[in-house]
């Protein structure tokens, strides 16, 4: 039988749990730290359970989480939370649900959550990530050929993101920017992405594959033709009842059947 343990304190404060999705297969595949998407500024982790579902059948046991939205507290809260939960998987907070100590977890968000996998990934002791997977992560805080569309273009955004005017502050963009922090070899990243995106534009992950290639990871991006103008991820916009769409369940399917 599949258990799900709900809201797992991962941190003291009340943003800061999980829903962790077990595996009851004698083989247990690589956990993954799954991260919601939303704008940083939204959603929760059940936004994401069709993806927790799809892993565990691929016996993932996964760690879902919450984490404090912009409104709770500015960047990097949500980045300091994620880097929190993960560290928790890594030193066994997650044994009295049947996980012990991991060597290696696997970093798996969408849209703002695929920024957030990347961030942590690239923040935590390497050996320790088997793969970061972005769903249409943003890869840069600033814009390049991005449409007016794209979250980082919106009005205001660098002051709700930090909670305050950092127009002037190219340190502080780039130092939340996944581009702008990566070292000598990071862990492996893949990229799932609709080619019609026009709130995180394909050139985020095409940059990031580049990016990671230059510093000797190895990277992949992974395309498809979803429907709409934003990610194209889901088959609607029912948050309750959504799927995935059958183009990105097939990537997620073959990525994480590999590790």
């Given at each position: 039988?599949?258990?799900?343990?709900?809201?797992?304190?991962?941190?003291?404060?009340?943003?800061?749990?999980?829903?962790?999705?077990?595996?009851?297969?004698?083989?247990?595949?690589?956990?993954?730290?799954?991260?919601?998407?939303?704008g940083?500024?939204?959603?929760?982790?059940?936004?994401?359970?069709?993806?927790?579902?799809?892993?565990?059948?691929?016996?993932?046991?996964?760690?879902?989480?919450?984490?404090?939205?912009?409104?709770?507290?500015?960047?990097?809260?949500?980045?300091?939370?994620?880097?929190l939960?993960?560290?928790?998987?890594?030193?066994?907070?997650?044994a009295?649900?049947?996980?012990?100590?991991?060597?290696?977890?696997?970093?798996?968000?969408?849209?703002?959550?695929?920024h957030?996998?990347?961030?942590?990934?690239?923040?935590?002791?390497?050996?320790?990530?088997?793969r970061?997977?972005?769903?249409?992560?943003?890869?840069?805080?600033?814009?390049?050929?991005?449409?007016?569309?794209?979250?980082?273009?919106?009005?205001?955004?660098?002051?709700?993101?930090?909670?305050?005017?950092?127009?002037?502050?190219?340190?502080?963009?780039?130092?939340?920017?996944?581009?702008?922090?990566?070292?000598?070899?990071?862990?492996?990243?893949?990229?799932?992405?609709?080619?019609?995106?026009?709130?995180?534009?394909?050139?985020?992950?095409?940059?990031?594959?580049?990016?990671?290639?230059?510093?000797?990871?190895?990277?992949?991006?992974?395309t498809?033709?979803?429907?709409?103008?934003?990610?194209?991820f889901?088959?609607?916009?029912?948050?309750?009842?959504?799927?995935?769409?059958?183009?990105?369940?097939?990537?997620?399917?073959?990525?994480?059947?590999?590790?």
């Amino acid at each position: 039988m599949v258990t799900v343990y709900r809201d797992i304190a991962y941190g003291p404060g009340p943003r800061q749990i999980g829903d962790f999705f077990t595996v009851t297969t004698e083989v247990i595949r690589c956990p993954v730290l799954l991260i919601h998407g939303g704008g940083w500024d939204s959603l929760s982790k059940e936004s994401l359970e069709p993806v927790a579902r799809l892993l565990q059948t691929l016996r993932h046991p996964v760690f879902s989480i919450n984490y404090r939205l912009l409104q709770h507290a500015p960047w990097p809260a949500c980045g300091d939370d994620c880097l929190l939960a993960g560290s928790f998987m890594l030193s066994g907070g997650l044994a009295s649900c049947g996980i012990s100590q991991p060597g290696q977890i696997i970093l798996c968000g969408a849209s703002a959550g695929g920024h957030l996998a990347m961030m942590t990934g690239l923040c935590l002791p390497h050996d320790n990530v088997l793969r970061i997977i972005s769903l249409a992560g943003p890869s840069r805080l600033y814009p390049t050929d991005d449409t007016s569309e794209s979250a980082i273009c919106t009005e205001g955004f660098l002051k709700r993101f930090f909670g305050r005017t950092t127009a002037e502050d190219d340190f502080c963009v780039k130092k939340a920017s996944p581009l702008d922090i990566i070292q000598t070899m990071p862990p492996p990243l893949a990229c799932i992405h609709s080619v019609n995106d026009q709130l995180v534009p394909l050139s985020h992950s095409e940059d990031a594959v580049r990016a990671w290639t230059r510093a000797g990871a190895s990277a992949s991006l992974h395309t498809f033709n979803g429907s709409g103008r934003q990610h194209g991820f889901w088959d609607s916009d029912d948050l309750q009842h959504r799927q995935l769409v059958p183009e990105v369940a097939n990537h997620l399917r073959i990525l994480f059947l590999q590790l």
